[in-house]
């Protein structure tokens, strides 16, 4: 898997040179994929591998680079041109999109429909994107006026970045085999075990890449919002965040069980795949080197406390 996504880097120009291609490897895009999918197929590893590769990758260009250029409109170009090619139902002509990333979607809009048991889970995977997006707009927002959402909004904010229910978990159902009909996968029990599953993941992230993100100006962290919604020093507030990700974890914990025993095999699958994307999430973050910081002290111009 490591090797297909490389490969698939090189060809849609994420990798053009020797330090590229080690900072590629660095990043274990591969072996994410291999650890949030590992009862899937291949073909649905693989494709979900490189779905993190164009996400994590666009959000470090346009979402958090464009705004700290002071060239907002090139992300705003970025989010029409994506969907565009997500709602092209498969006739987006690549020699037609401006840059490779979009030539990158194309390619994996187009491998999605292809592996969809019907349309209605094309449609999950649209509408998901659609709202990451959104999301991804609202904080490049916030980034370019210099403000911070407040802790509700970034709750609100962070769960369509994380981009779990309408994306990633869509991915369990192709990769797994176990499409759910609509009427089940809109299921309001089911629905809340799906938040739980995201918000455990998305505090999980903030968590292990707040130490990272603490240098980057501007940048907006669960732990840098719960500092100044509590006006307490950051290790309280990595405390704070600590306590939510055990929070919702035991309400994960709580909410799948009857539904993995409830006698749906398919239903079963799909909780057992968000079970693993949260541990196979967490040990990827563990051990790669995208979080990695050689001497975490933050920078000596932070506030004491953020309501300074």
Request: charged letters at 25%; one cysteine or more; aromatic letters at 10%.
């Amino acid at each position: 898997m490591a090797e297909q996504t490389v490969s698939w880097m090189r060809r849609f120009g994420y990798i053009s040179t020797s330090a590229d291609e080690a900072g590629a490897r660095a990043a274990q895009f591969g072996e994410l994929g291999a650890l949030t999918y590992p009862h899937g197929s291949l073909e649905g590893a693989v494709l979900a591998a490189q779905l993190m590769v164009w996400l994590f990758l666009q959000d470090d260009r346009f979402s958090e680079r464009a705004p700290a250029q002071g060239r907002i409109e090139d992300l705003a170009e970025h989010i029409l041109w994506s969907q565009r090619v997500l709602h092209g139902h498969g006739q987006t002509d690549v020699s037609r999109v401006p840059e490779p990333y979009l030539e990158a979607l194309v390619d994996l809009r187009t491998r999605l429909a292809h592996m969809a048991a019907d349309h209605e889970q094309v449609e999950r995977f649209t509408d998901g994107f659609n709202r990451y997006l959104g999301a991804v707009a609202a904080e490049a927002i916030y980034r370019a006026r210099g403000i911070s959402p407040d802790l509700e909004q970034y709750i609100r904010l962070r769960e369509s970045t994380i981009l779990m229910r309408g994306m990633c978990f869509v991915i369990i159902e192709l990769a797994d085999d176990c499409y759910l009909p609509g009427p089940v996968w809109a299921r309001p029990d089911v629905r809340r075990c799906e938040q739980a599953a995201a918000r455990s993941i998305a505090y999980t992230h903030d968590i292990l890449s707040g130490m990272r993100e603490l240098y980057w100006p501007g940048h907006t962290n669960l732990i840098t919002v719960l500092a100044r919604h509590f006006q307490c020093p950051l290790q309280e507030a990595l405390a704070k965040a600590v306590r939510m990700y055990e929070k919702q974890m035991a309400l994960f914990d709580r909410l799948s069980k009857p539904l993995a025993e409830e006698g749906d095999a398919r239903l079963a699958r799909y909780i057992r795949g968000m079970g693993a994307w949260i541990r196979g999430n967490l040990d990827w973050s563990m051990t790669c080197g995208r979080y990695h910081v050689a001497s975490p002290q933050p920078p000596g111009d932070l506030p004491a406390l953020f309501g300074d």
